[in-house]
């Protein structure tokens, strides 16, 4: 498995913004799917973002352009900067790698984000 420490969380009020950083430690990391994932208290872990090998991304629903997904393959990070940051967007964010295009095997031990309203 590859390793994958997340950080950059916090608390936030409403309206404001944050960006999440993930280190990884796997040679493979440019041809990987890298993504980020969300878990609320009570709520099932959904799907926030994903930047593909090819650099295209990809969103949850309820993004609405207020996320952006980045990565710098050079320094093996996955970032993920969170903009206009409302209540239901509290929870442990967690970052994970798709190295053979088979699903999501490698996951970080989450970050904390609280958005105060």
């Known amino acids: 498995q590859v390793q994958l420490v997340e950080s950059g969380g916090g608390l936030v009020p409403a309206g404001g913004s944050l960006t999440l950083s993930c280190v990884a430690s796997?040679?493979?990391?440019?041809?990987?799917?890298m993504g980020w994932f969300r878990q609320a208290p009570g709520k099932e872990r959904e799907f926030v973002a994903g930047?593909?090998?090819?650099?295209?991304?990809s969103y949850g629903p309820f993004v609405k352009g207020r996320f952006t997904i980045s990565r710098d393959n050079t320094k093996k990070m996955v970032y993920l900067q969170m903009d206009s940051l409302q209540s239901d967007d509290t929870g442990v964010y967690f970052c994970?790698?798709?190295?053979w295009g088979r699903g999501y095997e490698s996951w970080g031990q989450g970050t904390q984000v609280t958005v105060s309203s």
């Open positions: 994970a790698a798709d190295r």
């Open positions: 796997t040679r493979t990391f440019s041809s990987a799917t």
């Open positions: 930047s593909a090998p090819d650099l295209t991304t």
